[in-house]
């Protein structure tokens, strides 16, 4: 990509293991931009979505101290299609600009390589074109519902409906330059997988 810093696009889908994943690449000298954190960050009390949120949506989709009810949130897209184009519209933008922001001091501190976690990676064509490698953390969707439940405690069928909004499985691995499969192996096997994989990546 003509970058003596190496770009690396990771995805999976819910419970795959991402952040897991980020964070073995972090420990050993990459940089990671999570596309998720920043977008909790934008809808968080006084979070840059927050007032254009409200206009859109109207105070009763907020929490108490003035975060965007993401539970609510997910019952009103379930319900009305329109209204998770509207919440992209206003997210989306804000969360790009971070990113690249984020990206430009990364390069600047001499980065040797970035991980742009990025659970939508597949669905957003246009990053395909700004990594050097997509990494896909791949595990059965049996897996992906077990680890949800125990993490947000979130209803089976709350979790059937994510998975339905995101890319198949299938679809993500055929988009993926490297699979990672996390899935009834110790964390350690993992992180030896990761160590192996960043040789290839600048570290």
């Given at each position: 990509m003509g970058s003596?810093?190496?770009?690396?696009?990771?995805?999976?889908?819910i419970g795959s293991g991402k952040s897991t994943v980020s964070g073995?690449?972090?420990q050993i000298g990459a940089i990671v931009i999570d596309a998720d954190s920043i977008s909790r960050a934008a809808t968080a009390p006084g979070g840059s979505a927050i007032t254009a949120l409200k206009t859109a949506f109207g105070i009763g989709r907020f929490t108490a101290d003035g975060a965007l009810d993401r539970a609510q949130m997910r019952a009103l897209i379930y319900s009305d299609p329109g209204a998770k184009a509207k919440l992209e519209a206003i997210v989306h933008p804000l969360v790009g600009q971070a990113i690249t922001q984020q990206?430009?001091?990364a390069e600047i501190a001499g980065a040797r390589c970035i991980v742009f976690d990025i659970p939508l990676l597949v669905e957003s064509q246009h990053w395909r074109t700004k990594v050097d490698r997509v990494l896909v953390i791949d595990c059965t969707e049996e897996t992906q519902t077990t680890r949800v439940i125990a993490?947000?405690?979130?209803?089976?069928?709350?979790?059937?409906?994510?998975?339905?909004?995101?890319?198949?499985?299938?679809q993500r691995l055929a988009a993926a330059d490297c699979v990672l499969f996390n899935d009834g192996i110790p964390l350690d096997d993992l992180r030896q997988q990761v160590h192996q994989l960043s040789t290839h990546f600048g570290l």
């Amino acid at each position: 990509m003509g970058s003596a810093t190496y770009r690396i696009g990771l995805t999976g889908g819910i419970g795959s293991g991402k952040s897991t994943v980020s964070g073995f690449f972090q420990q050993i000298g990459a940089i990671v931009i999570d596309a998720d954190s920043i977008s909790r960050a934008a809808t968080a009390p006084g979070g840059s979505a927050i007032t254009a949120l409200k206009t859109a949506f109207g105070i009763g989709r907020f929490t108490a101290d003035g975060a965007l009810d993401r539970a609510q949130m997910r019952a009103l897209i379930y319900s009305d299609p329109g209204a998770k184009a509207k919440l992209e519209a206003i997210v989306h933008p804000l969360v790009g600009q971070a990113i690249t922001q984020q990206t430009l001091l990364a390069e600047i501190a001499g980065a040797r390589c970035i991980v742009f976690d990025i659970p939508l990676l597949v669905e957003s064509q246009h990053w395909r074109t700004k990594v050097d490698r997509v990494l896909v953390i791949d595990c059965t969707e049996e897996t992906q519902t077990t680890r949800v439940i125990a993490r947000n405690g979130l209803a089976k069928q709350d979790i059937d409906k994510i998975l339905e909004s995101q890319a198949s499985r299938t679809q993500r691995l055929a988009a993926a330059d490297c699979v990672l499969f996390n899935d009834g192996i110790p964390l350690d096997d993992l992180r030896q997988q990761v160590h192996q994989l960043s040789t290839h990546f600048g570290l």
